[in-house]
């Protein structure tokens, strides 16, 4: 089992910056590509971005390129999402996700999922 604890969401305006943090404990962290999801209200669960196991690939949703970044500590089994030129429809929860070990781009596949953090930007 792993278990992932997000953090860092909250309330900010627009063009303000938050970093998101999801601590992971349980199984062996680099067994894990890891990801962020986002859901707002209303709205399916959409990919924001994803990390291969050791860092080496990222990937991003378009709505995203740019402004976010995602990175990961696996000394401190713990991964990042640092967002930037945040928008009001970027409002959402934030739910980290640890994926298959294998390399895929958007986690179609997710082991495990966190509780979420809440992020509302304002206009």
């Known amino acids: 089992q792993v278990q992932l604890v997000e953090s860092g969401g909250g309330l900010v305006q627009t063009g303000g910056s938050l970093r998101l943090s999801c601590a992971s404990s349980g199984r062996t962290f680099t067994s894990y590509a890891m990801g962020w999801f986002r859901q707002a209200p209303e709205e399916e669960r959409e990919f924001v971005a994803g990390i291969s196991w050791n860092g080496g690939r990222t990937a991003y949703a378009d709505s995203v390129k740019g402004r976010f970044t995602i990175s990961r500590d696996n000394s401190e089994n713990t991964v990042y999402l640092q967002m930037n030129g945040l928008k009001p429809e970027d409002t959402a929860v934030y739910c980290c996700?640890?994926?298959?070990?294998?390399?895929?781009?958007?986690?179609?596949?997710?082991?495990?999922w966190g509780q979420g953090t809440r992020v509302t930007v304002s206009s």
């Open positions: 996700a640890a994926g298959q070990l294998r390399w895929d781009s958007r986690l179609n596949t997710v082991d495990y």
